[in-house]
């Protein structure tokens, strides 16, 4: 007998547990890593412009959370956390995250203070293909930081094809259903 | 429609971080898919959501098609005096959706 067929509930869950807890990781970019700051996509340039008012991101202290893969892209959980003290002296004005692979570029778009009291956001986003994420962050300072993180989607949200019309399909569909209703009328 | 649940402690101690869960039911149709018969839907989604605790905003997201169907939150805030946190979605189409959770801190 196998060992796995002598598993109980417990010990399968502590198993997938571990498989689960070992797809998700977290990426803290080291600042020593790119000395010339965060290579961001030029179509995303202006959204940051807008809105942290500078593209240029300085590699750090913003952290992404999200599975390495994720089946499908239609809701992927994704945690944003900045280390902050977040007092009235210095905090994050605003966390943004941003999708340059899909057909809309903002994903996360947060906006918080020293109320909140700790910088660190959780939701689910569409992911189209797979890409590489950015994330960004504007202290009160006015200071921008910034990560990047490639996540490898099998299935994509948004506009892939699998969400398009199966044409073909709907034509078959429709011309067996005449076929049949042909031998039907034929046969009586 | 547009079912939601707000999830938070009921009594935290002043100066402790408030954890709070939000989630409401919404499509978020986000105009770039079609239906059955080809037909493009057009978009609809929830473009913002703020949290005011006692008439001061603590978290607010602007939301983007990218956003998933069904918007969820994790957030944190300060806990500061007892009173009232007010959670508020605003649809494309102008409808407001509200909810109300009172908080004790002692």
């Given at each position: 007998?196998?060992?796995?067929?002598?598993?109980?509930?417990?010990?399968?869950?502590?198993?997938?547990?571990?498989?689960?807890?070992?797809?998700?990781?977290?990426?803290?970019?080291?600042?020593?890593?790119?000395?010339?700051?965060?290579?961001?996509?030029?179509h995303?340039?202006?959204?940051?412009?807008?809105?942290f008012?500078?593209?240029?991101?300085?590699?750090?202290?913003?952290?992404?959370?999200?599975?390495?893969?994720?089946?499908?892209?239609?809701?992927?959980?994704?945690?944003?956390?900045?280390?902050?003290?977040?007092?009235?002296?210095?905090?994050?004005?605003?966390?943004?995250?941003f999708?340059?692979g899909?057909?809309?570029?903002?994903?996360?778009?947060?906006?918080?203070?020293?109320?909140?009291?700790?910088?660190?956001?959780?939701?689910?986003?569409r992911?189209?293909?797979?890409?590489?994420?950015?994330?960004?962050?504007?202290?009160?300072?006015?200071?921008?930081?910034?990560s990047?993180?490639?996540?490898?989607?099998?299935?994509?949200?948004?506009?892939?094809?699998?969400?398009?019309?199966?044409?073909?399909?709907?034509?078959?569909?429709?011309?067996?259903?005449?076929?049949?209703?042909?031998?039907?009328?034929?046969?009586? | 429609?547009?079912?939601?649940?707000?999830?938070?402690?009921?009594?935290?101690?002043?100066?402790?971080?408030?954890?709070?869960?939000?989630?409401?039911?919404?499509?978020?149709?986000n105009?770039?898919?079609?239906?059955?018969?080809?037909?493009?839907?057009?978009?609809?989604?929830?473009?913002?959501?703020?949290?005011?605790?006692?008439?001061?905003?603590?978290?607010?997201?602007?939301?983007?098609?990218?956003?998933?169907?069904?918007?969820?939150?994790?957030?944190?805030?300060?806990?500061?005096?007892?009173?009232?946190?007010?959670?508020?979605?605003?649809?494309?189409?102008?409808?407001?959706?509200?909810?109300?959770?009172?908080?004790?801190v002692?």
């Amino acid at each position: 007998m196998s060992s796995l067929t002598n598993l109980d509930r417990r010990g399968f869950m502590r198993l997938a547990g571990g498989v689960a807890a070992i797809s998700f990781v977290r990426v803290t970019p080291l600042a020593a890593t790119e000395a010339e700051g965060l290579d961001i996509p030029e179509h995303i340039r202006p959204l940051l412009e807008e809105a942290f008012g500078g593209w240029d991101l300085t590699p750090g202290r913003i952290s992404i959370d999200l599975p390495i893969i994720a089946e499908t892209g239609l809701s992927v959980p994704i945690t944003l956390s900045v280390a902050s003290p977040m007092t009235e002296a210095d905090h994050v004005r605003r966390i943004m995250a941003f999708v340059p692979g899909n057909p809309e570029y903002i994903c996360a778009d947060y906006l918080i203070g020293p109320a909140t009291g700790r910088a660190e956001v959780s939701s689910r986003i569409r992911i189209a293909r797979t890409q590489s994420i950015i994330a960004a962050a504007l202290m009160s300072d006015g200071s921008r930081w910034g990560s990047a993180f490639e996540i490898t989607v099998t299935r994509g949200a948004c506009i892939d094809e699998i969400f398009l019309p199966d044409l073909e399909a709907i034509e078959e569909r429709e011309r067996r259903r005449q076929e049949n209703l042909l031998n039907e009328s034929g046969g009586e | 429609m547009a079912d939601y649940r707000i999830n938070m402690p009921e009594t935290v101690a002043p100066g402790e971080l408030i954890e709070i869960r939000t989630l409401i039911s919404h499509p978020m149709d986000n105009g770039h898919m079609y239906d059955a018969n080809g037909q493009l839907i057009p978009r609809k989604i929830i473009n913002t959501f703020y949290v005011t605790y006692n008439g001061t905003e603590v978290f607010r997201a602007n939301m983007h098609p990218a956003q998933a169907a069904n918007p969820f939150f994790h957030f944190f805030a300060l806990a500061r005096e007892s009173g009232t946190f007010e959670f508020t979605w605003v649809d494309d189409d102008g409808t407001v959706y509200s909810g109300t959770q009172d908080i004790t801190v002692e």
